[in-house]
């Protein structure tokens, strides 16, 4: 027994250093993966302006739905804004003390200059939809939307909360490079600058102009997301808000507005729709399911679905509980969410409708597929003098 070896335990000398190593290459591995979400996301944001035909679509639709808003309520205007308001500009003055917010309306109670101003925000929600000098016209149209709101804001039925937060951010986007006056402008001075020699700058020049692209793709693309943020914010808070009690998932909510008076521009049609319970509780259902889901069906083409049935909500909105500002201005909104590709394809699809039906024939020896589309360059403006202007 003096001869037997006691038995030894395997050498464990490398083993300590294979979880370290494991864990530096894991280390490592997460390092360079959030370098690299880093760099995509950098890359999202400089690197071109994303959704152009969306910031466009939605100043056009704020523009024309602010006009006609205006307009409509033209008769009524003294009624709401003006100094025979019941809200009046002494009430408006000790909210303002109390809120902080402020109006270009009642600096003064002369009639003739609420006139001056009304006359102003009407050329002023024209020209914005127009895209005539956009960079200027969305910060007068943001000025003009947050007087008028904060003048009178028990006034109106809410509908221009929305309209008011998007004239605020529009201003940080390039709404006016497509489908606007600076647009065709651009297209004009562009053609004819080919022929032209191209100028020369000093390095310091170019360096200017390049971080100047970039600083305004950088502000317009954070200015889209903000937008899809608060879309996504309204119907996921809606949503939530909903789901809290039985009154949204039974159709007990929709019964009780579509027996409101106050909400019922055809009660007609209102009971019409009242004296079918099915349809009142798969819509009160289907409102909480879309609202609450909105968020996380963004992605891919589940989308295209999603968006048409708020299509047909919001519609249902304006014409059975009499709210055409607030469902045109959440219709508005959910524009963002289409891409570009969507857009573009818009005039082609027409014009091969219009073929179709004979509304409009090509020209004699041009194809469908003529037409002459200038070269693109990293903004998306035509690349022999990419320019910044809105």
């Not at 944001?45 to 959704?51: A, G, I």
């Not at 902080?100 to 006359?119: H, I, P, T």
């Not at 963002?336 to 179709?356: E, I, K, N, T």
Request: charged residues 15%; proline residues 6%; hydrophobic residues 50%.
């Amino acid at each position: 027994m003096g001869n037997e070896q006691i038995p030894q335990p395997p050498s464990t000398t490398a083993t300590p250093h294979r979880p370290a190593a494991q864990e530096t290459s894991l280390a490592g591995a997460a390092h360079q993966w959030i370098l690299d979400r880093i760099a995509a996301l950098w890359a999202l944001l400089t690197d071109r302006p994303m959704s152009l035909y969306a910031a466009s679509v939605l100043r056009i639709g704020y523009g024309l739905l602010y006009l006609i808003f205006l307009l409509r309520e033209f008769p009524h205007r003294d009624e709401i804004w003006g100094p025979d308001s019941p809200w009046t500009p002494a009430l408006a003055r000790q909210l303002f003390d109390q809120t902080g917010w402020n109006s270009a309306l009642v600096l003064s109670d002369s009639r003739a200059y609420f006139e001056l101003c009304y006359v102003t925000a009407l050329l002023t929600s024209a020209l914005f939809m127009l895209g005539w000098r956009t960079r200027a016209m969305s910060i007068l149209f943001a000025v003009v939307v947050t007087s008028f709101h904060a003048r009178s804001i028990f006034m109106t039925d809410g509908g221009d909360n929305l309209i008011l937060l998007m004239a605020l951010y529009l201003v940080l986007t390039a709404c006016g490079r497509r489908w606007s006056l600076d647009a065709r402008r651009n297209r004009l001075r562009a053609a004819r600058a080919e022929s032209a020699p191209e100028p020369v700058r000093s390095v310091y020049a170019r360096q200017l102009l390049d971080a100047r692209i970039t600083l305004t793709t950088v502000v317009h693309n954070c200015g889209i997301l903000v937008i899809a943020a608060q879309v996504c914010f309204l119907y996921g808070s809606a949503g939530l808000y909903k789901v809290q009690g039985p009154t949204w998932g039974g159709g007990t909510a929709l019964h009780y507005a579509l027996n409101l008076e106050l909400f019922q521009p055809w009660p007609a049609l209102s009971h019409l729709v009242d004296g079918y319970p099915m349809v009142i509780a798969i819509a009160g259902y289907g409102t909480v399911l879309l609202q609450v889901a909105f968020p996380f069906v963004l992605f891919g083409r589940l989308k295209y679905p999603v968006l048409t049935v708020l299509l047909g909500m919001h519609i249902g909105i304006a014409v059975l509980l009499g709210l055409p500002l607030f469902s045109g201005a959440m219709i508005i909104a959910d524009a963002v969410f289409l891409p570009d590709r969507f857009y573009a394809f818009l005039p082609h699809l027409w014009r091969r409708a219009a073929r179709r039906t004979g509304m409009w024939r090509s020209a004699p020896g041009r194809g469908a597929g003529s037409a002459s589309v200038p070269p693109q360059g990293r903004t998306g403006e035509p690349s022999s003098k990419r320019r910044v202007g809105a």
